[in-house]
Every structure is written in structure tokens, then in C-alpha cells.
């Protein structure tokens, strides 16, 4: 299956309000918040989409799934 062969966030980095700002994948790579967009928008990472903000800016957010604890709220800081 083609899903097991995208990578994942596996952890995050905020800025001092609290905002994403980059993410690390299931790969070890390091990616800053608009690479992640860009990646996310091409299908190359698993159980994220983008969508747009009010402000008409992009945003990455997690699949809906109904399970809270795998929110990119709750990744690990690294």
C-alpha cells in the first residue's frame, strides 16, 4: 500500500506563542514549516492535509479522524 511508504511527523518545534513553526519526519528529516507545506500539498507525507485559514494563508493539520492524541498538537517537541 502506497501509505506505508510516505513518511510522517513524528515530532515538532514551536515558536515562543506556541505556533508549529517545523516538524521531523519519520525519515529523520527536519523540515521548516513552508518545506512541511509544500511536502504535505505534493502527497509525500501520510495523515496530514493542508487547508486554508480565514486569513486565506495555508495551514497543516491532521487528518480527521476522531482521535485526538494524534494531533499535531500532541507531537513531541524535539
Request: glycine share 12%; no cysteine.
Amino acid at each position: 500500500m502506497m501509505n506505508s511508504a510516505r513518511e510522517r511527523f513524528i515530532a515538532a518545534q514551536r515558536n515562543g506563542d506556541g505556533d508549529l513553526v517545523s516538524f521531523q519526519t519519520s525519515s529523520g528529516r527536519v523540515l521548516d514549516y513552508q518545506q512541511a507545506l509544500q511536502e504535505v500539498q505534493a502527497g509525500a507525507i501520510a495523515g496530514v492535509n493542508v487547508f486554508k485559514g480565514r486569513d486565506g494563508e495555508m495551514y497543516i493539520r491532521g487528518d480527521a479522524d476522531g482521535d485526538p492524541t494524534n494531533n499535531l498538537d500532541q507531537l513531541p517537541q524535539f
